[in-house]
């Protein structure tokens, strides 16, 4: 009330002195001055703020949100093409470019070193992004001049672990070994000089369950991702198996497409054996004489080398297709529907069987990658077309799309497939129902040749109510439903009907009851006899027609019997 | 129960049945030994296929006529057509109808009996025609799948659908039967699911349906002729991708 007084006299104040429309113009000009400056900044901060934000995503893509793809490689333009073989030599360490891509060898190594033992493609590559350089420690470190003579080493022994002779239980400062693996009683591990000697007798059932049991719910494990089963996971798996006799190996994204490739580049590498497998989950053994000391050592990866260029999955004209069918088949791929859709790290153990199950019905197969690495759904895209095997046209929107190719044939051959599986399956099912056929045709001969027995039921239900047929096929649904009810209500009334009957005389009721026993026994014994003796005269004069009217007969006679 | 059997594998059954004709012709006349076996024979040759039950599930009523929850009862009425089946019976509050699939006798039962309801007139049914559990296919309606594709499966869960858990409470909680699950696609956005199973099929799943029922009445075919076979693979494998085509 008091800011609105003054303002209202300073209003006031100043109509006295000027005229009226200048007050107001001035005013008016006074009021809208200070935002003036606010609007015109703003956009403009946001024009540039958008143009920046539209300069970093087109030109060089660097603030990329996983920091396992933040390399220096990325900076760099560095580019040599490669051929086949040795590419840089230093004595006797080598880095060639053979099958397996590009390997390391070393001295005294058992096999070439690689990045990645399970995720290098089959393609041979055409070149590399950065100079080709060793990324292991160097043989020896020349000592620099210090002006002093060596320091004296430690006196002090330091005790190798030995997983014979594990430290006692119970000593400070010092972490469990695990002992060589299950053993019978009396029964001692003995040194292993290859790989079967160390992993012994094969497990047994209830040794493996055991095994198991306790790394279910754990997580103390070795987690692969999209570069599969490196270097130093070597290293890394020993020391699990240091500890423990199974090392858990949990596997998401890019390597579960192919999980058996997984699983032998691991026993291949480790020495150790697959015990279990579920899913993206593989438990491996180490080996019932595995001794920590006399393990394989081999030299760690000190950094990460650049992956070297592959030659393009995607081409312009894939081989098989010309360059109008293959715009035709990327715009009709534009509309077809995937088949499934693949979340980030996620296990697609299955995915290489529903794409050949998809090709099965439709030359292209898309698969949707949503919120994938787009170089995670191009190696994926990579193994496919090894795998299934087909031909990739392009990964557009995150989507994989893929041609079967010229040379796809169908598993399903239908002529002479079905017949011998049928044929299979029929005898399959003979085989439980002869007994129960067999036993009927002794007990009820009759009753085999009676080829319509359902008809028969469902007369019998006719007759004895359980059962109406309906005079109208063409019912609505709720005329049917009416008649539902009505058939239920009739046979309530009929239910009612006998428990009145049975209330109004008890003791003529019961008389009567017993009564209708022995009747019935003697009508039972009286039926069979008959039967018999129809059956033989039957067989004897003529075996076709009289046999199959027998049923209708013998209801017809009960009727009789019963009216009597 | 009897199957169908070709004459080598009957060939072991044959002296069995010689000698209780036997002995029944020894007991009353011998002169009729010889026309034992032409007699056996024609027994042998009819001998029946184990039948089948199919129901549809769904509600009875024109209230409920049309949705989506009973399309197990148009399945039912698409069978009964291609088979020439009338469906003229009542029984254990049940439209029942009685025909065959090539040799094999099938029985078409639609429970009219409320969806919760319905293992009240498939369990007494299965009873009184002495079908085995193996032999009655359940047709239901299954949101797990998309609009019009078609599964069959030799057992499985209930599939959180009221009418299958009445069944299988009604058949000794025995979970053992075959199903043909019709796909009629998820509720959209945030919708009910009791509202959506109630509701009425728009023109384009419509559509798709009919096509899909019609496919749906092969499968049944195949499976009451062959069983659960490689050809029941390929049905099943043509129901899974035939909207993923070019």
Known sequence: MAIVASLRDINLFSSLPSTPPMADSSSGTFRPAPPIPIPKYAPSNRNRNQKTNHQTDTNPKKPQSNPALKLPHHRTRYYKPVKEGVISSDGDRTILIGDSGVSYQLPGAPFEFQFSYSETPKVKPVGIREPAFMPFAPPTMPRPWTGKAPLKKSKKKIPLFDSFNPPPAGKSGVKYVEMPGPLPFGRYPKEGMNREEVLGEPLKRWEKGMLIKPHMHDNRQVNLGRDGFTHNMLELIHSHWKRRRVCKVRCKGVPTVDMNNVCRVLEEKTGGEIIHRVGGVVYLFRGRNYNYRTRPQYPLMLWKPAAPVYPKLIQEVPEGLTKEEAHEFRVKGKSLRPICKLS???????????????????????????????????????????????????????????????????????????????????????????????????????????????ISLWQRALESSKAVILEELDLGPDDLLKKVEELEGTSLAAEHTYTAMVLSNTDGAAEDYVDEKDRSEEYYSDIDDDFDDECSDDESLDPVGPVGSLPVDKIVRKLRERLK | MFCASSSPITSPLYPKA??????????????????????????????????????????????????????????????????????????????????????????????????????????????????????????????GLSNGVLRLQPKGGHSQHNGLKNVTEHLNGCRGYPRLSIGIGNPPGNMDMKAFLLQKFSPLERKQMDEGLEQGVEGVKTLVEEGFSDSISRFNLGQKYKFHKV
Not at chain 1, 356 to 363: C, G, I, K, P, V
């Open chain 2, 18 to 143: 010689y000698k209780f004709s036997q002995t029944k012709s020894n007991s009353k006349r011998f002169s009729s030994l010889r026309a034992s076996l032409p007699v056996s024979d024609n027994k042998l040759l009819k001998f029946e296929y184990t039948p089948w039950l199919i129901v549809g599930l769904g509600n009875p009523g024109l209230k409920y006529y049309g949705t989506r929850h009973n399309i197990g009862f148009e399945m039912i009425d698409h069978i009964a057509r291609a088979t020439d089946i009338s469906m003229n019976t009542i029984q254990s509050k049940a439209l029942v109808g009685i025909g065959s699939v090539g040799e094999v006798p099938i029985l078409l039962v639609k429970p009219q009996g409320y969806m919760n309801f319905s293992g009240e007139s498939v369990g007494p049914l299965a009873a009184y025609y002495q079908i085995p559990l193996r032999h009655i296919l359940m047709i239901y309606d299954d949101m």
């Open chain 1, 344 to 454: 980030k790290n996620g296990v697609y153990v299955s995915l290489v069987k529903d794409v050949r199950d998809a090709f099965e019905l439709s030359s292209l197969v898309k698969v949707d990658c949503p919120g994938l690495e787009p170089s995670d759904y191009k190696k994926i895209g990579a193994k496919l077309k090894e795998l299934v095997p087909c031909v990739l046209l392009s990964f557009d929107d995150e989507q994989i799309l893929m041609w079967r190719g010229r040379e796809w044939k169908s598993r399903f051959v239908d002529n002479p497939l079905i017949p011998s599986l049928s044929e299979t399956n029929t005898t399959n099912e003979l085989d439980p129902s002869d007994k129960p056929s067999e036993e009927q045709t002794v007990a009820n001969p009759s009753t085999t040749i009676s080829s319509p027995k359902m």
